[in-house]
């Protein structure tokens, strides 16, 4: 009998008896671009995986992971995997904007702010910085990494995530 529960068990964690009904929602929002203020939408864009870096320019932890998140984002469409980054600055443009421009970053940009960080969008509540949540192709959340981590462990994240859409 209890091998039979074991195998039950180990059956039931499997992908066939995941309750699809739980999976949570694909993002569908539309956030300005730093730079032009024009809207990027997530709905429209939708990779094998993606990479989403929240931060904010007064943040000294994001400021040390930005090379590792623009090297992902330099290796990433090789593989199908996007990297974007979403800005949580309360001054929102007028602090995002010539950070952006001075840093240049291989992504696109978008100005997230307060209710972002709040937690009042699909993303939920952003409880530290620097966060990354990884999207699976349908957009939908499927792993968060908070605190300062390196390229490898970006990739490496996004390439599991990517793996269980294939």
Do not use: H
Request: hydrophobic residues 45%; neutral net charge; contains cysteine.
């Amino acid at each position: 009998m209890r091998s039979v529960l074991l195998l039950l068990a180990v059956l039931c964690t499997s992908a066939a008896c995941r309750d699809q009904s739980r999976l949570p929602e694909p993002v569908n929002i539309a956030l300005p671009r730093a730079i032009d203020g024009r809207p990027w939408s997530f709905a429209d864009r939708r990779s094998e995986a993606t990479i989403v870096f929240f931060f904010s320019t007064w943040c000294v932890p994001c400021q040390a992971m930005e090379p590792f998140v623009a090297e992902a984002a330099r290796i990433g469409p090789r593989e199908g995997i996007e990297v974007i980054g979403v800005a949580l600055d309360v001054a929102g443009n007028k602090t995002v904007a010539p950070y952006v421009q001075a840093t240049e970053p291989p992504y696109p940009v978008l100005l997230g702010g307060g209710a972002i960080a709040e937690g009042r969008s699909p993303f939920g509540r952003i409880p530290s910085l620097p966060s990354v949540i990884f999207l699976d192709g349908d957009g939908r959340p499927s792993a968060v990494i908070q605190g300062l981590v390196d390229t490898e462990l970006l990739m490496t994240r996004a390439r599991e995530v990517r793996s269980r859409t294939d």
